[in-house]
């Protein structure tokens, strides 16, 4: 079975704090993907990368930044968090051209304080 | 513009009957995917079924069937003989070639089954 495991399941961080959640997926997939969710807004892209070393920017980037130095694992960055990205945030990744599904983690349900 | 649309937040279905859930999307590109995730209440996102837009016949998958009308461009969700753990948020997602392969997501319906 695929597996994407997101490093915390909650966490709570303090405005003005350096927030690293981490991806880790064991399928040697291309693609991975960060969303969030936020109730009747459904699932909105903010950062996706395609390889190693490359990003693109999702439909809300700002304030976020990411990692890929290794193809298993993607890292959202909040590099000074505040109160509006209190959010679910979830990972994803996917085979690059047999675009069936993607895989997801659990999610990471992060409140910023 | 919104690229999926589901127009239902909520819908409530009596156990053991039908139940249909809406999307429609927007795309300009002739190569895309369809998919419907659900996401119980302890938050995974479940695959549910995928429609790509050139396949001819609507896909199913056990009890779900996929309702895919590409001059309307909807593919509405429906999920016969509702049982009480369908009980979930249903979230419909599209994939367009032409745009690197994002999953781009709709707001989702909760969909509650009555006993």
């Known amino acids: 079975d695929v597996k994407v495991t997101q490093s915390s399941r909650y966490l709570v961080k303090r405005t003005g704090e350096k927030v690293f959640l981490e991806c880790v997926q064991d399928?040697?997939?291309?693609?991975m993907f960060w969303y969030r969710q936020d109730p009747g807004l459904g699932l909105r892209l903010i950062y996706f990368?395609?390889?190693?070393?490359?990003?693109e920017k999702g439909d809300i980037p700002e304030g976020y930044s990411v990692s890929r130095e290794k193809k298993e694992r993607f890292s959202l960055i909040l590099e000074s968090a505040s109160t509006n990205q209190t959010s679910m945030y979830l990972c994803?990744?996917?085979?690059?051209?047999?675009?069936?599904?993607?895989?997801f983690g659990q999610g990471t349900r992060l409140t910023v304080v | 513009a919104q690229k999926i649309t589901q127009t239902q937040p909520g819908m409530f279905v009596q156990e053991k009957e039908a139940v249909t859930l809406d999307c429609t999307y927007d795309?300009?590109?002739?190569?895309?995917?369809l998919f419907w995730y659900k996401q119980p209440s302890s938050g995974e996102m479940i695959f549910l079924i995928y429609?790509?837009?050139?396949?001819?016949q609507n896909a199913t998958e056990g009890r779900y069937s996929l309702n895919f009308q590409k001059a309307r461009k909807s593919a509405n969700l429906v999920i016969s003989a509702s049982q009480l753990g369908d009980s979930a948020m249903y979230f419909c997602?599209?994939?367009?070639?032409?745009?690197?392969?994002?999953?781009?997501f709709g707001g989702g319906t909760r969909l509650m089954v009555k006993p």
């Open positions: 994803a990744s996917s085979i690059g051209t047999a675009i069936r599904s993607a895989f």
């Open positions: 399928m040697d997939h291309e693609n």
């Open positions: 990368s395609y390889d190693v070393k490359m990003k």
């Open positions: 795309t300009s590109d002739p190569s895309y995917g």
């Open positions: 429609q790509g837009s050139y396949d001819q």
């Open positions: 997602a599209m994939r367009e070639v032409m745009a690197g392969n994002m999953l781009t």
